[in-house]
């Protein structure tokens, strides 16, 4: 069955860097675009970030450019989100995502996407 399983969560100071990641199975992974959410407590689900299923594409919220990276490993069907200079408001619980559709535009609507992890929590300290 599909499983998509995130994993390097945890606490982290405000300025600081983690590294999550999201191993995936059960479909095949290169033909899937990769994208990151998150949830606050008491917030909508927003977006983070996705790439194309070759890696060659990204795109991030506003709100993260310049500070987090998306990438992925095909042969290891893992996407990854580095995050540096981590801030308070970045506190939440990470999910990936992946979309099948096959639409050469990249999406930020969750809609799009097909299949979820259970998610990672990222808690930045002050």
């Known amino acids: 069955q599909v499983q998509l399983v995130e994993s390097g969560g945890g606490l982290v100071q405000a300025g600081g860097s983690l590294r999550v990641s999201c191993a995936a199975s059960g479909f095949t992974f290169s033909t899937y675009a990769m994208g990151w959410f998150r949830q606050a407590p008491g917030k909508e689900r927003e977006f983070v970030a996705v790439?194309?299923?070759?890696?060659?594409?990204?795109v991030y919220a506003d709100s993260v450019k310049g500070r987090f990276t998306i990438s992925r490993d095909n042969d290891k069907n893992t996407v990854y989100l580095q995050m540096n200079n981590l801030k308070p408001e970045d506190t939440a619980v990470y999910h990936c995502?992946?979309?099948?559709?096959?639409?050469?535009?990249?999406?930020?609507?969750?809609?799009?996407?097909?299949?979820w992890g259970q998610g990672t929590q990222v808690t930045v300290s002050s």
């Open positions: 790439i194309s299923r070759s890696g060659g594409s990204t």
């Open positions: 995502a992946a979309d099948g559709s096959g639409f050469p535009i990249l999406s930020r609507n969750g809609r799009r996407y097909s299949y």
